[in-house]
């Protein structure tokens, strides 16, 4: 559309088009359609059960009244493993979970609350995306037939591998490479694996690797995270990792095996005129946790607030405020988590320390918590600067015990 020589207009009845119904996609949509716009969600794979732990703190399960139906596990307590065999046991706070989903029914549900809002669900894979100065085109595979559909903007909600994200000039962001094990129950697990999720940094990994495991309703998910240079030795680290497990957990059947990329660096820029980039997409996966979910709700949100808060106006320099609103809500808590990361994941002494930094009274009670409800329990700039004077001792303890 175009009118009053402004080239990026919209106009009621904007028709958005959203590539991609995962986490970011669907609040995306929904957002918009609750806001009036005219909106198409493409998703290439409905019942695709995404490679992931399902993780989400309970302060998103609040902000997107995630049904509690949803929820397979409350996790409430986060186990840390040292290189050396010690653990350090983070209990959430009384009352404060992490939410475990199954993604294939988690991102089923959020698909058929944004149609129930008004989006227009198209089961097809985005092959083709191009902007001209009146709108966007996409062109869709829907399984044999090709289809172009057009609009006045678009949203790359389409992960990691995003077709749309070609649309904007930069490099592909860096990413980690992911293996998963689903290992199904045994009745013999113990207590403690069932009620926390455990991270490791076991000395059978490579250094830029770390693992975890999650419980879930019928199985544990047992994954590892390398830099893509290690990954040859993914399925190796996996077997050791599991080889490492307490009986009752690693010797339950292998029910699958799932491999994905994971982004570990925001990309540079998140929009161009009539285009923004949402979730994964966009590289917006927390430093430190790996955490991606609640960041891409997020981000999909943001993203439709600022296409809603003016939908005449869809050139770069309105939608750049959208990039603005997130590093402005992100960009205290990810510098710090950033400067944990490379402070303690480089090395085994440094993974050492990060045991340590958990095992502290003031983190343990303070920070992990605050991780779980987005909450910060006083003032911004002490609970910071004790956060990372913990951190620096830890550091230094253990530079001089190497
Ligand atoms: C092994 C692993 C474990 C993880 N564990 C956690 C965790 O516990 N907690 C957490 O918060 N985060 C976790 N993450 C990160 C999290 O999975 C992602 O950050 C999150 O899924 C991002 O959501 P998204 O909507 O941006 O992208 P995605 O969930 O990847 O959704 C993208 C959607 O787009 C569709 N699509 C892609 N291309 C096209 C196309 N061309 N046309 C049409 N449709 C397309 C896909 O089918 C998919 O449904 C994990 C990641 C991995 C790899």
Not at 55 to 79: M, S
Not at 202 to 211: I, N
Not at 263 to 288: N, Y
Not at 326 to 345: T, Y
Request: proline content about 6%; overall charge positive.
């Amino acid at each position: 559309m175009r009118a009053g020589g402004n080239d990026w207009v919209g106009g009621p009845g904007t028709h958005v088009m959203v590539v991609g119904g995962g986490p970011a996609g669907c609040t995306a949509a929904r957002r918009l359609a609750l806001g009036g716009c005219e909106v198409t969600l493409f998703e290439r794979r409905p019942g695709w059960d995404k490679p992931c732990g399902g993780g989400i703190p309970q302060a998103y399960v609040d902000l997107y009244d995630i049904p509690p139906g949803l929820i397979e596990r409350h996790t409430r307590e986060l186990v840390f493993h040292a290189p050396s065999g010690r653990e350090a046991h983070c209990p959430l706070g009384e009352g404060t979970y992490l939410a475990m989903v199954h993604r294939r029914v988690f991102d089923a549900y959020l698909r058929s609350r944004a149609t129930e809002a008004g989006v227009s669900l198209v089961t097809g894979h985005v092959t083709e995306a191009r902007v001209s100065r009146t709108g966007v085109e996409v062109v869709v595979d829907t399984g044999g037939t090709r289809c172009l559909y057009s609009g006045d903007a678009v949203i790359g909600a389409d992960g990691v591998n995003s077709t749309v994200a070609g649309l904007i000039d930069g490099p592909m962001p860096p990413y980690l490479v992911t293996g998963q094990y689903r290992i199904g129950r045994t009745g013999r697990e113990p207590a403690d694996y069932d009620a926390a999720v455990h991270i490791f940094y076991m000395p059978e990994l490579s250094s830029s690797a770390y693992g975890w495991v999650f419980p879930r309703r019928e199985h544990f998910d047992l994954g590892v995270a390398t830099r893509p240079e290690d990954a040859a030795a993914l399925w190796h680290s996996l077997d050791r990792a599991r080889a490492g497990l307490p009986p009752g957990v690693g010797d339950g059947p292998l029910l699958g095996r799932l491999a994905w990329r994971i982004p570990s660096r925001p990309r540079a820029r998140l929009v161009a005129d009539r285009v923004l980039l949402v979730g994964d997409a966009a590289g917006l996966v927390a430093p430190l946790t790996g955490e991606g979910i609640a960041y891409a709700m997020r981000s999909g949100d943001l993203a439709a607030e600022t296409v809603l808060e003016d939908p005449s106006d869809l050139g770069v320099g309105h939608l750049e405020r959208y990039h603005r609103r997130w590093k402005k809500g992100h960009r205290m808590s990810w510098g710090i988590m950033r400067r944990l990361e490379s402070a303690f994941r480089a090395s085994q002494w440094r993974r050492e320390a990060m045991v340590d930094f958990f095992a502290d009274p003031y983190v343990r009670r303070f920070v992990v918590s605050a991780y779980a409800t987005r909450q910060i329990p006083h003032q911004r700039e002490l609970f910071y600067g004790r956060t990372a004077a913990v951190a620096l001792s830890c550091l230094a303890r253990h530079f001089f015990r190497r």
